[in-house]
């Protein structure tokens, strides 16, 4: 079942192929006979040019969801159903050579800990000249100058002769930004962005942020950006799906999302998040995420929403209203079920 | 957020009582049936033997001369593995030797893993003065060799089952000391130290209730090899004269008395030497799979 | 006001044995802590806040400068003496995951320190009345801590620190390593907790916002100085030091 936010009525015109197209994508854990689910029935078109933000906690598997896309989930990991396609192309069924021709050129990807992506042992400028070599056929100079150029464009001071530097001899924060320039010198299509700055200080995330609005723009590029701080997605994507428990429970445009969510748990995130003045009680979100493999039959948030009705036995499908998609039968929108009152 | 940790000691939520009977059962419950029996076999094996020496109604069986039967081949005459150059029955001196291998590994085994954590403990946790001498003792016993050990106590007191028991493990446990000391360096930097010290709890408790017991898969595992080196320390020393002298059944002294008549029957040698070849594989192949269902990280390594 | 806790021009100095390099944690710092007062202190990696907090519970040495705690110099103190301390001084650390011992049960975590220094019967009569404390059923006190979720084991090292009865509590990014939607739960705990106990709390944060919420007065820390204290309002409403504005300012919105 393929999802996507609601066409305007007058679209004579065949909308465009999206950048990035995940339709029913369900992955599970494999162990011996039995499966786990982690994702279920994940759907998400990201458009050229659009930030979609992907947000939730531990157990989500917005990682997962992403990872399956560019073909690294771990070992034991797999996908049971659905497909990912990237400009129309399915990923999922390539064989692995052209995969491997797309990584990188097409679809790239940036991690949480740039430590680990990086070949500590390699100089910066040869491994980013080595990624372009690999995908087009240009000399050592052309490559080096391109290398040189996007460093400088990501906020690399010297760049020229950075180009010698290792990894470790940058800060976190500028060491992501090599990596964000790794990842993006090839000028992919759609860039997939693992919590790149939850091990940073606030203040260098800013700038990371900042940075990957602009070359969004420049290069009109499609990104996912996954992270569990609903806050820092807020000022990034123009629209934001949220997942709990190995689905899409709330999917909006940024704006909406904040001003009006519609999911009990989106509710709930932003209540958690908000920061209020001194004495006052913090918000949360009562009960504990139900590990895969402990998933209800009904619906997963159940057991932590407080307007909980029968209805909510049956498991909800992601229906349209107004302009979100929300996974809930009472949202937060209407009025609740024959009992109990809106949070 | 991890998705598995192929932690053995992992169980499903639910109340955890006698974790360590669980823990045991789930162990040999993901070991395939070949190490089960094959660890029941050796085990048997060991306390057959040990009994056999140390039951007097059943000394004979072992010990029962012949001196018109010997050099008999397997399966000859009513004894299966045959007879030795003095007419007793192979298969009771093997039973016996493997008893004695295995109570010679136990002890061993057991002793250097008390004095390896000890020691190891003391120099990783107690200071850098303590490091320091502890290193220096470390790096000495670990470089010198069983065999010189071995001959300045049978000298002293005479080649035995003690001897062996003394010059090995007193030479084996540096290399465990070394792995402890290891694994305490990154443990004691570990919150849940860090807040037992806030407690108040004092150090020498600390080393016994959280890394004693955070380093039981890494002894458990090094136990199951150091009876394999310890059953090949003994039947080197013993071939060499100086450990356990008959009439004590030794795989190694069978051996050696069995090289002067290789001639007239090579059972004497191939017997045991096939036995500890056996036993002593196991034992490697037991500890790789202890190690991989204790240590999938890879700390230890085996000497 | 009764101080509780005080620092007296502290320094940690970390020097590379051989190669002449150092590098400065904590530099010159010097504050105090009054009695049921909840202090905050806010920075970000490298910032010393860690440092700080470990000094004061006596498991980093600090390179000069004096630490007091009811009045006792924790690193001058003799042997006798510093047995008083973890009645003094407890701690909850940030990472739920590491701050037990995995092969120890709930109840026996949080009678570690306890049953030492009130007796083993005493401490197991307080593990009860410890766990409703916390909010944790009874049966918990049988469990492990791997079959409890992040926020449980939190409840647990709280429950810990707390049976010793400590004046301060030192809570070191307490609700940093837990999933959003439930560092509510463990805040509201802890603000729970110390009013009922009358707890002075040293509360360690890079969260801006949640120091905001939570505690009297704010501590700034940037490369190891205090580079700003006050009231938190008026340091949100005026920040006087560039670094805390641009703190404030990199504070997530939550509202359109």
């Known amino acids: 079942m393929v999802v996507k936010p609601p066409e305007p009525a007058d679209a004579g015109v065949r909308a465009p192929v999206p950048a990035l197209e995940i339709s029913g994508l369900s992955i599970a854990l494999r162990t011996g006979r039995t499966e786990k689910p982690l994702v279920t029935d994940v759907s998400l078109a990201v458009e050229s040019g659009e930030i979609v933000g992907l947000v939730g906690e531990s157990g989500s598997g917005k990682s997962l969801t992403a990872l399956a896309a560019i073909g690294l989930l771990p070992h034991g990991v797999e996908v049971s ?44 400028g040869n491994q980013i000249i080595e990624t372009i070599r690999a995908h087009r056929r240009v000399s050592v100079g052309e490559a080096k100058r391109d290398a040189v150029e996007l460093l400088d464009r990501v906020g690399i001071p010297r760049a020229k002769e950075r180009m010698r530097s290792y990894p470790y001899e940058f800060s976190g924060g500028m060491r992501q930004r090599v990596m964000i320039a790794a990842a993006l010198v090839l000028r992919p299509r759609v860039l997939l962005a693992d919590e790149p700055t939850t091990a940073l200080d606030v203040t260098t995330q800013a700038g990371i942020v900042e940075l990957v609005r602009e070359l ?80 209800p039959e009904g619906c997963r948030f159940l057991p932590r929403c407080d307007r909980a009705t029968e209805a909510c036995a049956s498991h909800p499908s992601l229906e349209v209203r107004g302009p979100a998609m929300v996974r809930c039968v009472h949202p937060l929108t209407e009025g609740s079920g024959s009992e109990g009152s809106g949070s | 957020m991890s998705l598995t940790t192929a932690d053995p000691f992992a169980l499903e939520p639910e109340p955890g009582r006698a974790l360590a009977w669980r823990a045991g059962a789930r162990l040999v419950h993901r070991s395939n049936i070949f190490w089960v029996f094959g660890s029941l076999v050796l085990l048997v094996g060991g306390v057959a033997g040990v009994l056999i020496q140390v039951v007097p109604s059943w000394r004979h069986l072992y010990l029962d001369q012949n001196l018109i039967s010997t050099f008999q081949a397997p399966f000859s005459s009513g004894h299966i593995l045959g007879t030795d150059n003095l007419g007793r029955d192979m298969f009771w001196q093997l039973v016996g030797g493997l008893g004695i291998s ?122 199951v090899y150091f009876i394999a080196t310890s059953i090949i320390g003994e039947a080197g020393l013993s071939f060499l004269g100086l450990g356990v002298q008959a009439p004590t059944p030794s795989l190694g002294l069978i051996l050696t008395v069995g090289r002067d008549y290789l001639a007239i029957s090579p059972w004497m040698v191939v017997l045991p030497g096939v036995l500890l070849a056996l036993g002593v594989l196991f034992l490697n192949a037991l500890g790789d799979h202890l190690r991989d269902l204790l240590d999938p990280f890879g700390r230890i390594q085996r000497r | 006001m009764t101080t509780v806790a005080e620092l007296e021009r502290v320094t940690k100095i970390y020097r590379v044995r051989g190669q002449g390099v150092h590098h400065v944690a904590v530099d010159d710092v010097s504050f105090s802590v009054d009695a049921g007062e909840t202090l905050g202190i806010v920075g970000e990696s490298g910032s010393g806040k860690t440092t700080v907090a470990r000094m004061l519970l006596r498991l980093t040495r600090p390179t000069s400068g004096r630490l007091t705690i009811k009045g006792i110099d924790i690193w001058a103190a003799d042997r006798e003496t510093r047995k008083q301390l973890p009645r003094a001084v407890q701690v909850v650390f940030q990472d739920p995951y590491a701050s037990l011992d995995p092969r120890m049960s709930v109840g026996a975590s949080i009678s570690e320190g306890a049953r ?141």
Request: charged share 20%; glycine share 8%; with cysteine.
């Open chain 1, 81 to 124: 159903s659905g497909d990912v396609r990237l400009d129309g192309e399915s990923l999922l069924s390539m064989d692995r050579k052209r995969l491997r021709s797309l990584c990188g050129s097409s679809i790239s990807m940036i991690f949480q800990d740039p430590l680990s992506s990086l070949d500590p042992c390699a100089r910066i």
């Open chain 1, 216 to 295: 969004r723009s420049e290069m009109q590029m499609s990104v996912i950006w996954i992270s569990h701080d609903l806050g820092l997605v807020g000022r990034l994507a123009d629209r934001v799906a949220v997942m709990y428990a190995g689905e899409i429970v709330e999917l909006s445009p940024t704006a909406d999302l904040f001003r009006s969510s519609q999911h009990p748990y989106t509710a709930g995130l932003i209540r958690s998040g908000t920061r209020l003045s001194y004495g006052e009680r913090f918000g949360f979100v009562p009960g504990t995420v139900t590990e895969p493999g402990h998933w």
């Open chain 2, 102 to 223: 295995l109570s010679i590994g136990v002890g061993v085994s057991l002793i250097s893993v008390v004095l390896g954590l000890l020691i190891g403990i003391f120099g990783g946790f107690f200071g850098q003065v303590a490091d320091a001498v502890t290193n220096v003792v470390v790096d000495v016993t670990w470089a010198f060799p069983a065999i010189l050990l071995a001959v300045v106590f049978a000298g002293w007191i005479g080649p035995s089952l003690t001897t062996v028991i003394l010059a090995l493990a007193l030479t084996n446990w540096a290399g465990f000391a070394r792995i402890v000391r290891g694994e305490v360096l990154s443990l004691r930097e570990r919150d849940f130290v860090s807040a037992a010290r806030v407690l108040g709890v004092p150090k020498v408790i600390i080393s016994a209730r959280h890394f004693v017991v955070n380093l039981l898969p890494v002894t458990m595992v090094m136990v």
């Open chain 3, 116 to 256: 030492r220094v009130f007796g083993r019967q005493q401490a197991t009569r307080d593990l009860g009345r410890l766990l409703d404390i916390v909010g944790l059923p009874q049966r918990y006190r049988n469990l492990y801590p791997r079959e409890l979720s992040g926020g449980q084991r939190q409840r647990v090292a709280i429950a810990r620190a707390l049976a010793m009865q400590p004046a301060v509590l030192v809570a070191d990014e307490p609700v940093s390593a837990l999933d959003v939607s439930m560092q509510g739960q463990v805040l509201n705990l802890l603000n729970d907790l110390r009013a009922e106990l009358q707890l002075t709390c040293v509360f360690i944060s890079h969260d801006l916002g949640i120091v905001r919420q939570f505690c009297e007065r704010v501590l700034v820390m940037e490369r190891g100085k205090v580079v700003e204290e006050g009231l938190p309002e008026e340091i949100f409403n005026s920040p006087a030091h560039p670094y805390t504005k641009s703190l404030i300012d990199a504070l997530p919105r939550m509202s359109w």
